[in-house]
């Protein structure tokens, strides 16, 4: 074990000087420069600045500006423009790195939006030719068609793009198929900040004299790297660590004679230091088109880092494992709840993949790995995954970043030591070590990771807010190092260096290497204008204890956050939306393109202002950043926010639980509370109270609204013209109740005034059937439907019968004193039923929500409040829990789409029951497999994002609308939903309870 280092010997913990890329000033005419030499997006506004100053790591620091290049053109035309000025170059990716990399004081070029094509696939050869801003998963389909894969695979496989992955020399779960990245690069088309632009790839002797001899500048770097490969060949066979996961430092060996003098290699890993990546020619591997998984579950924890040498010996193409906290932490935040049921008992688990080109086979490696382990020293517990539970425990693994922290009860954890590798057959001794260590400082953390290559990731619960923590931390890394040179590891294993390890390279590599990297990086860029200070620099690195995001102070004095009175109690968070908005740690997964619903506003602008991440970081800029000057009244902001369709997708999806819907609610909350809305708010906002007046005239208010004049209430109201606003019932449902044929029934239904629950009523079971604005004036027989159901399945219905709303619009427009006002008088209103435990039963998912989500943040302290949101139920979901019998024959021979609505999938966990009935009643019944239908209320209508709406719609939703068959049925809870496949899909969609009730002749 090492020995405590002298604290004094860090100079982080003393006043550092700057770096000089980070006194650059010349901003005005740089961005001047670059508007008008690229066709790209030029953004040198503070808003665009503060959302791209930090990544998934623990630093921040605010960049000059951002360049989002159309193509490779734009690229040399913009370094041009920084070399004129003297500004640093930071190349990024999808800006998911864990090591401070993406964070710097420098022109960040974001190749994602535009640069993310697949120039070219060559199955024969197994090469494609990609630009960097492609996401990893879109190569991986491509290549999928011909049994191919590229095989390094991060769990941020679906938003990671290329570039960033060869920037870090990526790895992931199946490294033990095809490798790292490293592994995996054929050549790279590259331009340097001198504007060099050359391929570089493996290189032949003969062509390697053939360049230094034709001179210039390519002939000059040549040289550079021959006598490098010459002076330090021997070192660098001596020094780096013979393991599967060396990511630390540059790839000098690439320039090894045996390694064929790959300079493409050699570039891998760099981190942007050194060039920029115009595209690049990948190897792929062939897939293995049968693949089964065992989990493998052991009952001590450092057992199964113990098996990994015996596992190895099947030849799986995966082998990942986790430990019981981070089990323990996703059930805490209730993550991956079913996925989570497919796991054997155990304390340490190990996942093994094995594939083949056929399943007889596959199958048969999996039983012989069962078999076997029965037969190791520590006998685990073995599961043969079925095709489905395959997917959830690959799910569980892929959410092990997000779900290690804001775990409710547990201290913060960060990375900063997340990423070490070791030699396999060392990973139970380097564990118990390094978990010695941490005890001693008092610190604990989950573990999973890459375990059949030795690669472990960790969450630590540093203390980055005190100065004491910093210093503990600082000692903590020091010595944690000294525990994986012992095992001859790597102090990365994938994440790359970044800042976060960069310090600490001397420790391994020793001075003389050192040297050689630093000779490396002088070599591509002797301006040193490459994202300076990050991994090696000329000068130095910064420190692991600079640039903190969390630093208590900066020049200008104590960071004080931005104070006001919420209307939210953020109960999660402590009460503070700033700690709400630290929820967010960057790893992106709300730039994935698919599955699920999340982020609907990113999949349709590819704009990272519009994913949760980018607003989450934009609202802790405005709370404790460099937004703080502009507070609520920030129009980058509110640009930001303007998009989000409040899916409440990111609460349910996110990892880490962010809950944008709620954040934008109290933005507009605090930035109208001194000043008037627009008159577009009122009349969406409170649109409950325009149907109650509209439906006493229907017919002339219908007439006013969709008739040829209505594109004068149109341009009013800020309406597309291309909408149709909805039609008003001729009767709402409660003006129904006690009249004309349904009196038998309704005659069940008091009158709110005197809706107490009778002590000596019927025996059967009373409910609330709730009358939300949309079903009631809009589409009673909903209403009339469930009623029906209910009914007949022996329930008392009980209804208000005078008007009553959730509020659920006025949360889109920040109205939250009002929305509080008329959840007050639900709570009034409905003391009875609600101390009397009596279900309430909804039909439109928004409206429920409200209950579920809203209501107990705005009533914290109020016990009504917590029982009623605990006696909320979807109709659906009530009958499939309390009356599940239905005719077998009801809907025999029906084919039916169910789409679930937004609020439905994250907050009621999806349209699962609907399902269920439906199939019970002999339909052949599907869940469109399709994110946010564009909608969501008032947002498909305003006239400004009537095309964001087309779309989203168009991505999932009505491609399966259009595809169904005019007799299939189309299911969709959501009053907004019905509304998109009625106006862009030109189809009728039903409610879950009109499709169950419709068959039974009594609707």
């Known amino acids: 074990m090492s020995t405590k280092p002298d604290v004094s010997a860090f100079p982080i913990l003393h006043n550092l000087p700057r770096l000089d890329h980070e006194r650059f000033a010349a901003h005005r005419e740089l961005e001047a420069r670059l508007q008008s030499v690229i066709r790209g997006e030029v953004r040198f506004d503070m808003g665009s600045r503060a959302l791209?100053?930090?990544?998934?790591?623990?630093?921040?620091?605010?960049?000059?500006?951002?360049?989002?290049?159309?193509?490779?053109?734009?690229?040399?035309?913009?370094?041009?423009?920084?070399?004129?000025?003297?500004?640093?170059?930071?190349?990024?990716?999808?800006?998911?790195?864990?090591?401070?990399?993406?964070?710097?004081?420098?022109?960040?070029?974001?190749?994602?939006?535009?640069?993310?094509?697949?120039?070219?696939?060559?199955?024969?050869?197994?090469?494609?030719?990609?630009?960097?801003?492609?996401?990893?998963?879109?190569?991986?389909?491509?290549?999928?068609?011909?049994?191919?894969?590229?095989a390094p695979d991060p769990a941020t496989h679906n938003r990671c793009t290329l570039g960033g992955m060869i920037g870090n020399n990526s790895c992931g779960v199946h490294g033990l198929l095809g490798g790292k990245v490293v592994d995996n690069v054929e050549s790279l088309d590259i331009v340097l900040y001198d504007g060099t632009r050359m391929t570089v790839g493996r290189t032949h002797p003969d062509e390697l004299e053939s360049i230094m001899r034709a001179g210039g500048r390519k002939g000059q770097i040549y040289a550079g790297l021959k006598r490098l490969a010459d002076q330090y060949a021997p070192l660098v066979r001596e020094k780096f660590p013979h393991i599967p996961r060396r990511v630390s430092g540059y790839n000098l060996d690439e320039l090894l004679p045996e390694n064929g003098f790959h300079v493409a290699r050699a570039l891998v890993g760099t981190e942007g230091t050194c060039a920029n990546i115009l595209s690049a020619q990948l190897n792929l591997t062939a897939s293995p088109q049968h693949r089964v998984l065992t989990v493998l579950a052991f009952p001590d924890a450092f057992a199964a880092a113990d098996a990994v040498p015996r596992a190895l010996e099947h030849k799986p193409i995966g082998l990942e494992g986790f430990d019981k906290m981070l089990v323990d932490f996703m059930r805490r935040k209730g993550l991956a709840s079913r996925e989570l049921e497919k796991l054997p008992p155990g304390a340490n688990f190990l996942l093994l993949e094995v594939g083949a080109d056929s399943e007889q086979e596959a199958r048969a490696r999996a039983e012989a790995v069962a078999r076997d382990a029965q037969n190791w020293p520590d006998k685990p517990i073995t599961h043969i995954c079925s095709q489905s539970e395959a997917e959830s425990v690959w799910y569980v693994r892929e959410m092990a970043l997000g779900a290690v922290v804001f775990v409710p009860g547990e201290p913060d954890r960060y990375e900063g030591w997340e990423d070490s590798a070791v030699p396999p057959d060392k990973l139970g001794s380097y564990l118990r070590d390094i978990h010695k260590l941490m005890d001693?400082?008092?610190?604990?953390?989950?573990?999973?990771?890459?375990?059949?290559?030795?690669?472990?990731?960790?969450?630590?619960?540093?203390?980055?807010?005190?100065?004491?923590?910093?210093?503990?931390?600082?000692?903590?890394?020091?010595?944690?190092?000294d525990?994986?040179?012992?095992?001859?590891?790597?102090?990365?294993?994938?994440?790359?260096?970044?800042?976060?390890?960069?310090?600490?390279?001397?420790?391994?590599?020793?001075?003389?290497?050192?040297?050689?990297?630093?000779?490396?990086?002088?070599?591509?860029?002797p301006d040193n204008r490459m994202n300076p200070g990050k991994l090696v620099d000329a000068v130095r690195v910064y420190d692991p204890a600079e640039n903190l995001r969390h630093e208590l102070a900066s020049a200008g004095g104590e960071k004080l956050p931005t104070r006001f009175e919420s209307h939210f109690a953020f109960q999660r968070d402590e009460g503070s939306m700033e700690r709400a908005t630290e929820r967010c740690v960057g790893v992106g997964a709300c730039r994935k393109q698919s599955p699920g619903v999340m982020c609907p506003s990113y999949r349709a602008t590819g704009e990272e202002m519009h994913s949760t991440r980018g607003r989450a970081h934009l609202l802790w800029e405005m709370l404790a950043?460099?937004?703080?000057?502009?507070?609520?009244?920030?129009?980058?902001?509110?640009?930001?926010?303007?998009?989000?369709?409040?899916?409440?997708?990111?609460?349910?999806?996110?990892?880490?639980?962010?809950?944008?819907?709620?954040?934008?609610?109290?933005?507009?909350?605090?930035?109208?509370?001194?000043?008037?809305?627009?008159?577009?708010?009122?009349?969406?906002?409170?649109?409950d109270k325009l149907a109650r007046w509209g439906s006493r005239f229907p017919r002339l208010t219908n007439f006013i609204l969709r008739g040829p004049f209505s594109w004068i209430v149109k341009r009013i109201l800020g309406v597309a013209p291309q909408r149709r606003l909805p039609?008003?019932?001729?009767?709402?449902?409660?003006?129904?109740?006690?009249?004309?044929?349904?009196s038998s029934r309704a005659g069940d239904v008091p009158n709110q005034n005197a809706a107490s629950v009778p002590a000596n009523a019927s025996d059967r079971q009373p409910v609330v059937l709730w009358p939300d604005t949309w079903n009631n004036y809009y589409y009673p027989q909903s209403l009339h439907a469930a009623e029906t159901l209910l009914l007949d399945a022996g329930f008392r219905v009980f209804t208000p019968r005078h008007h009553i709303c959730c509020g659920r619009p006025l949360y889109d427009f920040g109205?939250?004193?009002?929305?509080?006002?008329?959840?007050?008088?639900?709570?009034?209103?409905?003391?009875?039923?609600?101390?009397a435990g009596v279900p309430f039963i909804f039909l439109e998912p928004s409206c429920a929500s409200v209950f579920r989500d809203e209501l107990p943040e705005l009533f914290p302290h109020d016990p009504r409040a917590a029982r009623l949101r605990d006696s909320v139920w979807l109709l659906a979901d009530f009958l499939a829990a309390n009356a599940p019998q239905v005719p077998a024959d009801l809907l025999k021979g029906q084919r039916i789409l169910v789409h679930g609505h937004c609020h439905h999938k994250a907050v009621f966990r999806g349209p699962s029951s609907e399902i269920d009935l439906l199939r019970k009643a002999g339909a052949t019944a599907d869940l469109i497999q399709a994110g946010c239908c564009g909608m969501a209320g008032p947002f498909?209508?305003?006239?400004?994002?009537?095309?964001?709406?087309?779309?989203?719609?168009?991505?999932?939703?009505?491609?399966?609308?259009?595809?169904?068959?005019?007799?299939?049925?189309?299911?969709?809870?959501?009053?907004?939903?019905?509304?998109?496949?009625?106006?862009?899909?030109?189809?009728?969609?039903?409610?879950?309870?009109?499709?169950?009730?419709?068959?039974?002749?009594?609707k």
């Not at 595809?963 to 969609?989: K, M, N, W, Y």
Request: one cysteine or more.
């Open 52 to 150: 791209y100053a930090t990544d998934a790591s623990n630093y921040r620091q605010l960049p000059i500006g951002v360049i989002v290049p159309r193509d490779a053109a734009d690229v040399e035309a913009a370094l041009a423009a920084c070399r004129a000025t003297g500004a640093a170059v930071l190349p990024r990716g999808g800006g998911t790195s864990l090591a401070g990399q993406c964070a710097n004081t420098a022109v960040v070029f974001d190749y994602s939006k535009y640069m993310n094509r697949l120039e070219a696939l060559d199955p024969q050869a197994k090469l494609a030719t990609v630009q960097p801003g492609i996401v990893l998963d879109r190569l991986r389909e491509a290549a999928e068609v011909h049994h191919l894969t590229y």
């Open 440 to 481: 001693e400082y008092g610190y604990s953390t989950p573990v999973y990771g890459h375990y059949g290559q030795g690669c472990v990731h960790m969450r630590i619960n540093f203390d980055f807010r005190s100065d004491a923590g910093v210093r503990k931390f600082r000692e903590f890394i020091d010595r944690a190092a």
């Open 483 to 525: 525990v994986v040179l012992k095992y001859g590891g790597s102090f990365s294993g994938e994440h790359g260096d970044g800042q976060s390890r960069a310090a600490l390279l001397p420790k391994m590599f020793g001075p003389e290497l050192m040297q050689a990297f630093r000779e490396f990086k002088a070599l591509w860029d």
């Open 625 to 687: 950043g460099d937004l703080r000057h502009e507070g609520f009244q920030s129009d980058s902001i509110n640009e930001a926010l303007s998009l989000c369709l409040s899916c409440k997708a990111c609460k349910h999806e996110c990892p880490v639980q962010v809950d944008m819907a709620q954040y934008k609610a109290e933005f507009l909350a605090q930035r109208y509370k001194a000043r008037r809305h627009p008159l577009q708010h009122y009349v969406f906002a409170f649109a």
């Open 727 to 742: 039609a008003l019932a001729g009767t709402s449902f409660t003006s129904s109740l006690g009249t004309g044929k349904d």
């Open 815 to 835: 109205f939250l004193d009002q929305a509080r006002q008329y959840l007050a008088g639900v709570l009034d209103r409905m003391t009875p039923q609600i101390e």
């Open 940 to 1002: 498909g209508f305003e006239t400004e994002k009537f095309e964001v709406s087309k779309i989203i719609a168009n991505q999932d939703l009505l491609p399966a609308v259009n595809a169904a068959s005019p007799e299939t049925i189309i299911v969709a809870d959501g009053f907004s939903c019905r509304e998109q496949i009625d106006q862009l899909g030109h189809r009728r969609a039903i409610h879950f309870a009109e499709a169950l009730a419709a068959m039974s002749g009594d």
